[in-house]
């Protein structure tokens, strides 16, 4: 099946937002069969989207476009199907009052006129709930140029709104409808490089049902196991005994799967072992706590952290001042004494501080990039130190990698010891 996205909105066209919805329905079509073949962005004018419908109706069986869909005049995506369609738009007493119930819900007593705009639908088209938002969807079906089904699946452009509608309308009518569905079990690892795992699950790659792929990423190196088959239950049933013998042979080198990031295969672990965890952030500027409290139920195990930029903070909040004074303040020793201080301030099983240069000019002689690490438990302190300066952003992203690398490494270390 041959599918198209079109990403609707003059702002992605400014480079005012970035397209992640195409991203987002791209990762998705293979898992029901269905071909991507061509993503187009284009703006809120009549002409060219009228073009860009024309096109692709010519062309894919499947189009699926966001945006476009608000209560403005330059909000067109309903009309411009009408239009390609020859169908007569009308307003749909179920969907006005559906809208009108959300404006009444919201304290709103007369819905604004220009939003009755939203429930307006075309006879070929049925609505796609949105309880996120004031603008349903639309499911237009009807045959195509040369007598085959079309479909558009018309949804909204916040990518809040157009995830929901995806997850709980549109994939499962695409699952539905598919011949054969392909599903995937992701095995992260961290700590042994790509090659090795290569090299490791050879004997495991030669199959092609499922099959097997090996990809290095920013958190580590990932084993894709996928499977096809004609229902989802059967897809799983051929991936589970590749997976049990990849976990095997892989053993504490996975620290999670699928979607998991690194900060909750982590923050996992610290439940896991009843374990506190308290930081002190210089360079990162809170990027580390930020990562952490991503993670549902991070309250847990995470107490805070002190985010500490002057000297004179992070003396205050209980790094001994002769500390920097003597070592300086980009130094392994005053990341030991700020990981130190962070357990005992916020009263914590770890400590975990990390002082470094996230800006492009260097300080105290070391060049930029350079970052210093600590992770202290109370008895004992583990330390690491890199450089790397891509620009101030990559700096703090690699900061944070490195420090919940640190905490993975000490904490598989503790368990493996039994403590």
């Not at 959300?102 to 709930?129: T, Y």
């Not at 790509?194 to 790659?205: F, G, N, Q, T, V």
């Not at 990039?369 to 330390?383: C, K, P, Q, V, W």
């Amino acid at each position: 099946m041959r599918a198209e996205i079109l990403s609707i909105g003059t702002e992605i066209m400014f480079g005012e937002i970035t397209d992640t919805n195409a991203a987002y329905i791209a990762s998705a079509l293979p898992e029901y069969g269905i071909d991507l073949l061509w993503v187009t962005q284009v703006g809120d004018n009549p002409g060219r989207l009228r073009e860009a419908f024309a096109r692709a109706w010519e062309r894919s069986e499947y189009i699926f476009c966001t945006g476009g869909l608000g209560p403005t005049e330059d909000d067109i995506t309903r009309e411009t199907i009408a239009e390609m369609l020859g169908e007569a738009m009308f307003v749909d007493a179920d969907q006005e009052r559906v809208l009108r119930a959300l404006f009444e819900a919201r304290g709103v007593r007369e819905m604004p006129a220009r939003n009755i705009k939203q429930a307006k639908l075309i006879p070929s088209a049925r609505a796609i709930p949105n309880p996120r938002g004031t603008a349903p969807g639309w499911w237009v079906e009807r045959d195509g140029p040369a007598g085959e089904k079309r479909v558009i699946a018309v949804m909204p452009g916040p990518p809040a709104e157009m995830h929901h509608m995806w997850d709980a309308e549109v994939a499962p009518e695409l699952e539905r409808r598919a011949d054969s569905i392909l599903v995937a079990r992701t095995l992260k690892t961290t700590g042994i490089g790509e090659a090795a795992i290569d090299e490791m699950l050879s004997p495991l790659l030669a199959g092609t049902n499922p099959s097997i792929g090996i990809y290095a990423r920013a958190d580590g190196v990932s084993a894709r196991i996928a499977a096809k088959a004609r229902t989802r239950e059967e897809a799983w049933a051929l991936i589970r005994p590749v997976e049990e013998q990849a976990r095997r042979i892989l053993g504490h080198a996975i620290w999670g799967i699928d979607d998991d990031s690194l900060a909750s295969g982590v923050g996992r672990m610290l439940r896991d072992q009843g374990l506190t965890l308290g930081l002190m952030e210089s360079a990162s500027g809170g990027a580390i706590a930020d990562a952490i409290t991503d993670i549902e139920g991070a309250s847990d195990y995470f107490k805070g952290s002190l985010v500490t930029y002057w000297t004179e903070v992070k003396v205050a909040m209980g790094v001994p001042a002769e500390v920097p004074a003597r070592h300086g303040v980009i130094s392994r020793e005053t990341a030991e004494a700020m990981a130190t201080a962070a357990r005992e301030r916020l009263g914590t099983d770890l400590g975990l501080a990390v002082t470094g240069i996230a800006g492009a000019e260097p300080i105290e002689g070391q060049p930029s990039g350079t970052m210093h690490l600590a992770l202290f438990d109370g008895t004992r302190m583990e330390y690491t130190t890199f450089r790397y300066f891509q620009g101030r952003e990559q700096s703090k992203r690699r900061i944070v990698l490195q420090a919940l690398t640190m905490l993975r490494r000490y904490l598989m270390e503790r368990a493996a010891s039994g403590k």
